[in-house]
């Protein structure tokens, strides 16, 4: 299985700050990797596909970048409704996995 | 749009065996689509259980593959799991998910989730 390793587990931001989640793939996955914004007692939601396209709907502020084994998700300019948990998810292969998560919490 | 929704029983005996269905609104599950199980157990993180395609091939997490069986039904839009031996370890919350088949196969959209409870 491919092992999907997210840095940090929790991070606490402020409204307007600019913030950068870590993914990292135990073996290179291309770009099959994909974040999703999970908030309590609801589904994650699919923010990013293919590590940098931005899901039709999901605000311009959210950003992805990397392929192989290294992966990032920038917030730049915090909304209230950002805070939550995000998830990133390689695609290459079954079975598909995902981060552990890094709640994103406000300071 | 699809729409996809999770029904089934919320509490099931140790040593029995978890069942659930996803009902597919909105298009005919014989699109080109992977239909996926994900579950979360409480506090915890995602874990991909498995997929099917309209045409029954499946793909199955080999954690889970030796008491996992996942089913389509045509004539209802459903797909369906089936989960045998549960132990507590098997409580979480079942999602049922989508992904384009030929595509980076993320998962959209999602049903709303359903809490299975392992318990005597």
């Known amino acids: 299985d491919i092992q999907m390793t997210q840095s940090p587990s929790s991070l606490s931001a402020s409204v307007g700050d600019r913030v950068t989640i870590t993914c990292r793939a135990s073996?290179?996955?291309?770009?099959?990797l994909n974040w999703y914004q999970q908030k309590p007692g609801r589904a994650p939601k699919v923010l990013i596909n293919g590590a940098s396209s931005l899901q039709s709907g999901v605000p311009s502020r959210f950003s992805g970048r990397g392929s192989g084994t290294d992966f990032t998700l920038t917030i730049s300019g915090l909304q209230p409704e950002d805070f939550a948990t995000y998830y990133c998810q390689q695609s290459y292969s079954t079975p598909y996995t995902f981060g552990q998560g890094t709640k994103l919490e406000i300071k | 749009q699809v729409q996809l929704q999770e029904s089934g029983p919320g509490l099931v005996k140790p040593s029995g065996t978890l069942s659930l269905a996803c009902a597919v609104f909105?298009?005919?599950?014989?699109?080109?689509?992977?239909w996926s199980w994900v579950r979360q157990s409480p506090g915890k993180g995602l874990e991909w259980i498995g997929e099917i395609y309209h045409s029954g091939t499946t793909n199955y997490n080999p954690s889970l593959k030796s008491r996992l069986t996942i089913s389509v039904d045509k004539s209802t839009n459903q797909f369906s799991l089936k989960l045998s031996s549960v132990t507590a370890a098997d409580t979480a919350v079942y999602y049922c998910?989508?992904?384009?088949?030929?595509?980076?196969?993320?998962?959209?959209?999602w049903g709303q989730g359903t809490l299975v409870t392992v318990s005597s």
């Open positions: 909105g298009d005919s599950i014989t699109i080109s689509n992977w």
């Open positions: 998910t989508t992904s384009a088949y030929g595509s980076q196969n993320w998962f959209d959209p």
């Open positions: 073996q290179s996955i291309t770009s099959y």
